[in-house]
T-cell receptor
Framework: GQQVMQIPQYQHVQEGEDFTTYCNSS?????IQWYKQRPGGHPVFLIQ?????EVKKQKRLTFQFGEAKKNSSLHITATQTTDVGTYFC?????????????FGSGTRLSIRP | EPEVTQTPSHQVTQMGQEVILRCVPI?????FYWYRQILGQKVEFLVS????????KSEIFDDQFSVERPDGSNFTLKIRSTKLEDSAMYFC???????????FGPGTRLLVL
C-alpha cells in the first residue's frame, strides 16, 4: 500500500539548534501536508504544499516540496521548547465523495532546555 | 474558534465488550472521518463518511466497526466486540469541503483489557 516514510524517527536537540525532518514517497504525491502533534495531543494542521518545488515559511518553520513531488522537508530554525512534539507529513488523497489523509511515520522532536 | 469534540476522553473496557465513541464535528462541516493511533505509532485512516453513508474505509475497518450519524450533530464509531489490539487513541475529524483541511478532535483513548 501507499507509504510515506519520514526520517529521522527521533531527534533530540539543544534549544536554539536547528531541526529538519524529511519525508519520502516512492510514488508522486499530489500534495503534501504537515501536522504537529504535541505529546498527548491531536494532530494540528500546519501547512499544505501542492506545487513542485514549492517553499513556504511560517515564522521559524520552512516547508519544501521536492521538484519531483516525491519528497518534502520541514526545517525549524532555532528550536524552542514549544516546538516539542511529533511532526507528521501526510498526503490528502481519495476519490468519490470524501478524501482521507495518509500520514507519514512521523519524527519525534525533543529539546534540551 | 469552532472545534471538534469527542467523548469520552478515556474508555477502559473488557475484551469482547461493545464500545461507542462519540464525536461532535464542527457544525457546518459535511465530511467526517475516524482515525486511530496506536501508542507511539502513526495516525491511521479508518473511515470517511459523507451524505449519511461511508465513502471509503481502510482494511482496519472490518465488520466489527460501524459508524453512524444518529442526529444532526453526533458522529459515532462503534466497535462491537473489542479486541486487545483495538487499544489506541481514536481521533474524529471533519471538514467542510472535500480535499480541504481536516480538523481533528482531541481523541478518545481506548484501553481494552
Amino acid at each position: 500500500g501507499q507509504q510515506v516514510m519520514q526520517i529521522p524517527q527521533y531527534q533530540h536537540v539543544q534549544e536554539g539548534e536547528d531541526f529538519t525532518t524529511y519525508c519520502n514517497s516512492s510514488t508522486t504525491l499530489s500534495n503534501i501536508q504537515w501536522y504537529k502533534q504535541r505529546p498527548g495531543g491531536h494532530p494540528v494542521f500546519l501547512i499544505q504544499l501542492v506545487k513542485s518545488g514549492e517553499v513556504k515559511k511560517q515564522k521559524r518553520l520552512t516547508f519544501q516540496f521536492g521538484e519531483a513531488k516525491k519528497n518534502s522537508s520541514l526545517h525549524i530554525t532555532a528550536t524552542q521548547t514549544t516546538d516539542v512534539g511529533t511532526y507528521f507529513c501526510a498526503e490528502i488523497t481519495g476519490y468519490s465523495s470524501a478524501s482521507k489523509i495518509i500520514f507519514g511515520s512521523g519524527t519525534r522532536l525533543s529539546i534540551r532546555p | 474558534e469552532p472545534e471538534v469534540t469527542q467523548t469520552p476522553s478515556h474508555q477502559v473496557t473488557q475484551m469482547g465488550q461493545e464500545v461507542i465513541l462519540r464525536c461532535v464535528p464542527i457544525s457546518n462541516h459535511l465530511y467526517f472521518y475516524w482515525y486511530r493511533q496506536i501508542l507511539g505509532q502513526k495516525v491511521e485512516f479508518l473511515v470517511s463518511f459523507y451524505n449519511n453513508e461511508i465513502s471509503e474505509k481502510s482494511e482496519i475497518f472490518d465488520d466489527q466497526f460501524s459508524v453512524e450519524r444518529p442526529d444532526g450533530s453526533n458522529f459515532t464509531l462503534k466497535i462491537r466486540s473489542t479486541k486487545l489490539e483495538d487499544s489506541a487513541m481514536y481521533f474524529c475529524a471533519s471538514t467542510e469541503q472535500e480535499q480541504e483541511t481536516q480538523y481533528f478532535g482531541p481523541g478518545t483513548r481506548l484501553l481494552v483489557l
